[in-house]
């Protein structure tokens, strides 16, 4: 057998070659665009400043049930009495150590909760805080237990967009 009698043997190589790049090539390009997509969905509505959930906030007798930034000045919460005994919210005082330019606010409160009851407290007054941008609060509510002779604080940290 000599060469010449199988001719389309070796241009077949290179046509095989040419397919299975264009087949895995396309089948890659499809990858990378989903890839990018998935990217792009995860990353909107502040994936990449996720807000607090209420539960890591505070600990103990004192719970955050939910919270909001609902202004440049505002800040928005919902506290439970989550112990066994009633409780009084003396005050609220809100700061931060992410920005020179913001402004503590500070809510004298005095509600009492029984076990299980909620109130709204607004904390309003501060400035500082970036509309569309990430911010950081720090969040101190000071409370009695009835029964017990000194105040107890409730402190967390609060995350979000406004």
Known sequence: MSKNQFPLRTERKGQSAIEYLTTYG???LAIVIAGAAILLLLNQGGATC??????????G???LDTWAFTGNSQLD???????GQTMTINDVYVDSNQDE??????????????TGDTTSVTVSS????????????????????SGLDNPTNAT??????I
């Not at 919902?78 to 112990?83: C, D, H, Q």
């Not at 501060?126 to 237990?145: E, F, K």
């Open 156 to 161: 967390g940290t609060l995350q979000g967009t």
């Open 50 to 59: 996720p807000k607090t959930a209420p539960a890591t906030a505070f600990g």
């Open 77 to 83: 919460l919902e506290l439970r009495n989550s112990g």
């Open 26 to 28: 396309w089948a890659i």
């Open 61 to 63: 007798n004192m719970q």
């Open 101 to 114: 330019s913001f402004t503590e606010g500070n809510t004298s409160v005095g509600t009492s909760l029984n």
């Open 126 to 145: 501060i400035s500082g805080l970036t509309s569309g941008a990430c911010n950081q609060i720090n969040v101190r509510v000071n409370y009695d237990i």
